[in-house]
């Protein structure tokens, strides 16, 4: 039987890997990830998982075990956060490039210095280029579904991915909610076991990540291309197949709140979504025409959707957990990247919530006036920072 | 002893150098364990020796991996043949490094892996410098040699640094075996190497592997050094096992270390000094290995 429990983002992560049967954990330990972890062992030791755990001596081997664990033919699950994540760079590209559907669970977390330990995204987006599908969670529940819903996506025979599921520290990962732990059952039937068709084997000896010259290269990393390409569709297939098997929507790509025929589009990512929508409603309720675009699917892109969701707004209003150094927001520079040729629209990029300042009611509300009063005077800036020391009366008041 | 099994699970057509001791070290060790063996391999020669996609030479599973993670990657193999029943014994798993990516890049992985006491058998093949880059010093290289990063010229910049002792790094994980091995003694090579798969846990095998393209050495004699280096007691033919050490292949006759030096171009700036104090820290190694072999058997 289906439970409800309260649980963290940490405890929801570590029960949809034993709900996914993970064969092997290799993980190790960092703030705010450990509670995983930790969960994990426990699950381990009281025999409520059948896994094995290797309790490896950093990031980079977590991963590294976890790859070399997919490849003997294991479902294979690690978990990390911030700096283990940028120790485990190397190993996420090998992952994709191998074509290994290990999945994970990132705490998004600062990067120091100054050492931080709170939310912000800049973590996850660095990885943007690994070849690993991201999906940002807006609650815990989410989180527990994502992870199995990700094993399915990437162990399908055209995707062959890793995956990152995400979640933003301390708002979800030590935060607690009503979580529902679905019967084993039910997860089985939808989530089969992982049976690759190419794994080491005895029998039948191959050699995996062998050098590959330039005329081979090439059509390797082509392959993975297409995968990508293919991966919205399958995305959104087992969105609705999830759906249908335990009645909820996870979010697919985008999920949409009240944007049908709005002027002005609020977009965000993570945990300050549920805050949002709530200052959402309260806007509509004043007479603005506003709805709100929840990024849920990073990688890859939802380039289509948002030329879709974007028909008829006027102003696009993203909020951006990150900031790429002489770059700009990492959605907002994408979502410009996917209007580019489609849509005439003022795009203005919001740097919100950098290692975890708090994002109050009152500072999302005036993020989104400013984004609705740009329908009457322009584009004031490409990208505003937001709730400075040096600007903070402004976003406060 | 042991007979060389006649089984060969590496073909021919390999990329190795002439005279490559690595090509040797892979040939014996896979006589040694047969089939039922899945190798994990870092960047190093052995990434390269296989042949390039779609060709391999290697009759048993191959896991390439990266440089720094040879340990954490047989750790992940045995999991997953751990969850799914197969039994250590019956597979044996094996990380099968250079001297780099177990000594220098490698080492926190290897620790790891025998610290959490992953059943394998992890492999140094050690011909002393990262030869696939093209010969610069690692941890491995020994005193007084040439390398391309340690260069003689006008500053006699040779190595200066003794060279790491990883069998006392592995022992003292406390892991149940750790053996040297050459391949100028295939028969005593292969005893140890099954030895070390039918014992459970941690294992360490430390190849001697020359590479004439790297030591500056004819590749004709390749075999030759590995005897002399034996000879000399430049690399002492022993195993620790559960602490106990073994000496299980002693020089009837100690050879000078200058006729081992000799015979490589790496060595050949050395003045005469530093040839005898190579050969009287050649003397106490051996004193001191000799003392251990005592000490722990008493």
Redesign the interface.
Known sequence: MSEMKIVSGNFAAAYGAKLSRV??V?AYPITPQTEVVEKIAELVAEGEMD??Y?????E???M???????????R?YTASSAHGLALMH??LI?ASGARLPVVMTNINRAMGPPWSVWADHHDTLAQKGTGQLQFFCESNQEVLDSVIMAYKICEDEDIMLPAMVVEDAFILSHTKEPVEIYDQELVDEFLPSYDPDYK???D??????????PD?YMDFRYKIAEAFEKAPDKIMEVNKEFEEVFGRDPGGLIEKYKTDGVDVLIVTMGSISSTSKDVIDELREEGHNVGLARLRTFRPFPVEEFRKLTKGVNVVGVMDRSYTFGHGGDAAREIKDALYGHRDVILKDYIVGLGGRDLTPKILKNVMLDAISLQDKGLDKEIEWVDLKINQERWRR | MAKVPEMELMNKGTTACPGCGAAHAMRYMLKALG????I?IPACCW??I?????S?N?????????F??T???????R??????GVDPRE?TVVGFAGDGGTADIGI??L??CL??GTDTIQVMYDNEAYMNTGIQRSGETPYGAWTTTTPVGSQKAWKKNPKKNMMEVVNAHGIPYAATVSIGHPELMIEKIQKAKDIPGPKFIHIYAPCPTGWRSDPSITIELCKLAVDSCVFPLYEIEYGEYKIYKKPKNKIPVKDYLKLQGRFRHLPQEEVEMIQKNVDKEWELLLKKEEFTNE
């Open positions: 064969e092997v290799a896994s094995e290797i309790k490896v001596e950093s980079h081997s977590a590294a075990a976890c790859i070399a664990a997919s490849n003997a033919g294991a294979a190397e190993l090998w080491l084997d005895v039948q000896p191959l050699g995996f990540g062998s050098l590959g010259m081979w | 089939k039922k063996t899945m994990n990434a390269v296989p042949g390039v996609y779609p391999r290697l009759e048993i599973p191959l896991l390439y991996t990266a720094e993670t340990g954490a990657s047989s750790s992940g193999v999991a997953a043949l751990n969850a799914k597979i926190q992985a620790s790891g610290e959490r």
